[in-house]
């Protein structure tokens, strides 16, 4: 039996999975992972909260998460109350929420391409139709056509994405303002990528106190290099965490996530550590790029947009034959690396001058 034969619903015919490749190479630089793993001693401190944790696993976890929204309350600070902080296993399931909430049948919700492809994928996944709006040449958002797109469309969910993935051009609040005032119902800014983004750029949670229809989503899983725990989380008006109430899973973190997120958390410093040197790392990997005749996307985040080339696949392929992952996405011509290492980038830079 093929897929095609099982009664799955129509909107889900012939689309295919987000599939970012998981190729065990030497050098991973294709999924904006942070590269350095954690000290021995935040291993010792996760090990012993998930021990602690262990001895109440016939017990379900607190559904709410209340230890953990506080604590992640006080780490995005801007006056945020836990009531106003909302958790899930990784943004995308943060992002999932808000769609059955506030998406669903009859509804649309929008974003500004090229983005993150998951958008329109789990705007699908929550029969929501998805409807794609332009970014410019530089890849930034011109706020006077967005509030025209948005006027003629009616979105019921807008998604900004700030630092934007895959291009890195991060957005001004201003911007992102005059969008939601446009905004006729909920709008999204995915903050996935916040921490790195260049010093000076203000938060759209700078936005939460006078816009309640406003959604900030945040990750445990680039700068705070927890990608494995899976953790995402919101900040908005307390009543958008009302509604996602009403359709978020029982029991949807389990106390280990819980407990592993509550550890990482107290070890911030450390983690957060790594962000200064990646953020060198990417502004010399975009100079590098643009001294090699390339061109390169400005960035905000941990990784770099850079093209154009005939064939992107062959580079892409050519890369992987020195043992370097990079990603294939973005507009054509376009590939994206992610910063890792100081060795892993010189590593880059070598098989990409070997591969051109
Ligand atoms: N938003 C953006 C823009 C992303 O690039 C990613 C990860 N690639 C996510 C959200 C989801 O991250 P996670 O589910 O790991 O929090």
Do not use: C
């Amino acid at each position: 039996m093929k897929l095609d034969d099982l009664p799955i619903r129509d909107d889900l015919r012939g689309r295919t999975p987000y599939g970012a490749p998981q190729i065990d190479v030497p050098v991973r630089l294709n999924t904006n992972e942070n590269p350095y793993g954690p000290s021995a001693s935040l291993v010792d401190d996760l090990a012993e909260a998930v021990r602690r944790s262990a001895g109440e696993l016939n017990r379900y976890p607190d559904r709410d998460a209340l230890a953990l929204r506080r604590e992640l309350a006080a780490y995005l600070g801007h006056g945020l109350a836990p009531e106003q902080v909302w958790a899930a296993n990784g943004s995308n399931e943060v992002l999932q929420q808000i769609l059955q909430a506030f998406g669903g049948p009859g509804r649309t919700a929008m974003g500004f391409e090229p983005s993150y492809s998951m958008h329109p994928i789990i705007a699908t996944g929550a029969s929501t139709e998805w409807i794609a709006g332009a970014r410019e040449e530089d890849f930034g958002i011109d706020p006077a056509k967005a509030v025209a797109a948005i006027g003629e469309h009616r979105p019921d969910v807008v998604f900004l994405t700030s630092p934007n993935n895959p291009t890195g051009t991060a957005l001004d609040p201003e911007v992102i303002a005059r969008i939601v005032e446009a905004a006729p119902g909920m709008v999204v800014v995915d903050e996935a990528y916040f921490e790195f983004a260049r010093t000076g750029t203000p938060s759209a949670l700078t936005l939460l106190p006078d816009n309640p229809r406003l959604i900030v989503t945040r990750t445990m899983s680039k700068a705070f290099a927890m990608a494995g725990t899976r953790l995402g989380y919101l900040a908005a008006h307390p009543a958008v965490v009302e509604a996602l109430l009403l359709v978020r899973l029982p029991y949807h973190l389990s106390s280990l996530t819980q407990a592993a997120a509550l550890a990482a958390l107290a070890h911030r410093d450390e983690l957060l550590g790594t962000v200064d040197a990646l953020r060198a790392e990417r502004d010399a990997t975009v100079a590098w790029l643009r001294a090699k005749g390339l061109a390169v996307a400005d960035s905000d985040a941990n990784f770099v947009l850079f093209g154009h080339f005939e064939d992107r696949h062959a580079v892409w392929q050519g890369l992987l034959e020195h043992g370097v992952l990079i990603r294939e996405v973005g507009p054509p011509g376009w590939l994206r690396v992610s910063i890792g290492t100081a060795e892993e980038m010189a590593a880059f830079r070598a098989a990409l001058e070997e591969t051109l």
